[in-house]
């Protein structure tokens, strides 16, 4: 805990104030992380227009927020303790890349899941090299986009 409040910057006292162990920290910080998450992804709108602009928003929305990403997804044990309930969920996305084989700009041979786990590891990658200082952040949804269009549309 005394590392977590120099990072943040307060004091002990302060953070023992609120947060009783490391614990309870990290669980109130992965269930805020989700609700962020969340939050952006429906701010996305992915269900205007046509896939691949809701795919690029997504994306956008995604890297907008990556630092609570590579928090929740970096490391499994962060939502270890994290009931099913208030768990992520990948419905929208996945909704959205069915969305997008059924429109034909994503390859309808690929599963929907292979597509999100490809996806998902381009945005964690991405925004762990921009936080890492290896990316500008300006460009990281850009190349994210170009990565996986390239990566999933059909061929021809």
């Known amino acids: 805990m005394p590392e977590i409040a120099t990072v943040a910057g307060v004091g002990r006292t302060t953070l ?3 947060f ?19 939050e952006a992804a429906d701010e996305a709108a992915t269900d205007d227009g046509p896939a691949l602009e809701a795919m690029r928003r997504f994306i956008t929305a995604a890297v907008s927020i990556g630092e609570r990403l590579v928090f929740l997804f970096g ?9 099913p309930a ?3 969920t990948y419905e929208l996305v996945l909704n959205l890349i069915t969305r997008g084989q059924h429109e034909g700009v994503f390859d309808p041979d690929l599963s929907p899941i ?10 964690l990658q991405g925004c762990e090299q921009a936080m890492a200082g290896a ?4 460009t990281v949804a850009p190349l994210i986009t170009r990565t996986f269009e390239r990566g999933i549309c059909p061929a021809g």
């Open 114 to 123: 292979w597509i999100r786990h490809a996806l998902y590891g381009l945005i």
């Open 135 to 138: 990316l500008p952040r300006h």
């Open 16 to 18: 023992h104030r609120y």
């Open 20 to 38: 009783a162990d490391r614990e309870t920290l990290i669980y109130e910080a992965t269930l805020d992380a989700i609700r962020v998450v969340t």
């Open 75 to 83: 490391d499994p044990a962060v939502l270890r303790d994290i009931r």
């Open 86 to 88: 208030q768990a992520p």
